[in-house]
């Protein structure tokens, strides 16, 4: 059985699509399972902003056939890893968690690279494609060291 990590932020549409790929495709596969949830519901059942999927393509990576869905209570027992993108998730997954086990999954991102310090990584959904290139690229550092401690942490 994989080990499965879920990536969320507000809609689904920009940060945690693009985590989702970009942690996939640092981790072996079969061995670990990536999907992303937001925390609202606005956009579900459509792909990822084409913003997103632009940034990935430009570095090799197609997240377009990803579909935007809300996170759920049984995603708290479905998967071993939850990280949100920033603290306004973060409260608003940990007041989901359905219990203290469930909580405790919960992971604010850039605390792998910032422990404590609550770095957010910022929604890009208001800003140019140079603000998602920032994004890709933020992401890009922590997945690699997420994907590092994970295959350690499951080997």
Request: aromatic residues 8%; negative net charge.
């Amino acid at each position: 059985m994989p080990i499965k990590i879920l990536m969320v932020c507000l809609g689904n549409i920009c940060r945690s699509p693009l985590a989702e790929g970009i942690l996939q495709s640092k981790l072996p596969a079969g061995k670990f399972m990536v999907d992303s949830a937001g925390t609202g519901d606005w956009h579900a059942g459509q792909g990822p902003d084409h913003r997103s999927v632009l940034a990935a393509k430009n570095r090799g990576l197609d997240i377009s056939m990803q579909k935007a869905r809300q996170i759920k209570k049984s995603d708290f027992i479905d998967f071993d890893h939850i990280f949100v993108m920033d603290s306004s998730n973060f409260k608003d997954v940990t007041r989901l968690a359905p219990t203290p086990e469930g909580k405790a999954k919960v992971i604010l991102m850039m605390d792998e690279i910032f422990p404590g310090q609550k770095v957010d990584v910022p929604d890009p959904y208001y800003g140019s494609a140079k603000d998602f290139d920032s994004v890709y690229d933020m992401l890009d550092e922590v997945c690699e060291l997420v994907a590092a401690k994970l295959i350690k942490e499951h080997s």
